[in-house]
């Protein structure tokens, strides 16, 4: 999976990969996953990738908002750091 992380400052660009259990050897995974970074950073993704990756952050927005505390938890994050607790309203 891949990500980035709203918050102050420069943002991080996330990429994690789950291996099988008692595997060791990372290099593999490495690769593949260096191999894919350089191919999107030489030819772009596809409007077709763009719009799976909104609904699916769609999809975790509205579940994560799911209890009040995490709404209210939202709000004052978006109020700090972007002055915009609105923003809560806007992104999913």
């Not at 980035?4 to 990372?26: C, K, S």
């Not at 699916?56 to 994560?64: E, I, N, S, Y």
Request: aromatic content about 6%; hydrophobic content about 45%.
């Amino acid at each position: 999976s891949a990500g980035i992380g709203e918050g102050r400052g420069q943002l991080l660009f996330i990429v994690t990969a789950n291996m099988p259990p008692g595997a060791t050897d990372t290099a593999p995974v490495e690769a593949v996953m260096r191999s894919e970074i350089e191919n999107i950073a030489a030819s772009g993704v596809s409007a077709q990738e763009v719009e799976r990756a909104v609904r699916a952050t769609r999809v975790r927005l509205a579940g994560a908002y799911r209890t009040a505390l995490a709404r209210a938890s939202a709000l004052s994050l978006y109020a700090v750091y972007f002055n915009d607790p609105n923003r809560v309203n806007t992104l999913a």
